[in-house]
């Protein structure tokens, strides 16, 4: 999940910093052309797209390797999030070399370089549990009703079956109320997206000056 994370913040952060250098620059001198910032915003979608492909992609996969007597080999459909990251990779690739006017050495040399920043901090702050630390205490800081799990694994987990038994009929188990899953989500999201957007923030502070420079040298 951690490798995870880290392919798609950097995919997305490093298309939507471009999404909004290159308009700059193109406006400066022209480069790149205006019609990159169509594919630029057309490859924002591709991990929304990912969701509704990767699971008939994989099904497809392992249909043809079973057709074609390499059934031994089959087994794509337990491995969509591996695909999913694989094309993420690639597709950053692909658009990094189509896009190759309008994204500097400098650009490219700190893709790589915030993908293991972002996986780094992702780890630290899964060790600690600091995210989920805060996100208990301020999610039980705005109420006075029931507290919010000490240790949950399944914190995330809104399913029906972790709902308490008085919000479900004919359950008897001692669950906590959905509600402390919302409270929970909703602040660790809130924290871990400032995160984000600090990281990004770095990220586009030092190849913004750097890109513009390498699209319009005069």
Aim: glycine share 6%; hydrophobic share 50%.
């Amino acid at each position: 999940m951690i490798a995870t994370s880290a392919i798609f913040m950097t995919y997305f952060l490093t298309v939507l910093i471009a999404l909004f250098i290159n308009p700059t620059s193109t406006s400066y001198c022209g480069t790149p052309n205006r019609g990159i910032g169509v594919l630029t915003f057309v490859m924002l979608l591709i991990p929304l797209a990912l969701i509704y492909v990767v699971p008939y992609l994989v099904k497809g996969i392992d249909i043809l390797l079973t057709k074609i007597n390499l059934s031994s080999y089959a087994g794509f459909s337990n491995y969509k999030l591996a695909t999913s990251n694989i094309l993420l990779i690639v597709m950053l690739i692909v658009f990094c070399f189509i896009n190759i006017k309008g994204i500097s050495p400098m650009f490219g040399a700190m893709i790589p370089v915030f993908m293991f920043v972002f996986a780094m901090i992702d780890f630290i702050l899964k060790k600690t549990e600091i995210l989920r630390i805060l996100s208990r205490f301020f999610g039980n800081l705005i109420t006075n009703t029931e507290k919010i799990p000490n240790d949950n694994e399944d914190m995330f987990n809104t399913h029906v079956n972790m709902i308490k038994p008085s919000h479900r009929n004919g359950q008897t188990d001692n669950l906590p109320a959905p509600e402390c899953y919302y409270r929970f989500n909703i602040f660790h999201s809130l924290f871990y997206g400032v995160i984000t957007s600090l990281i990004g923030r770095g990220f586009f502070s030092s190849v913004y000056s750097a890109n513009i420079k390498y699209c319009c040298p005069k």
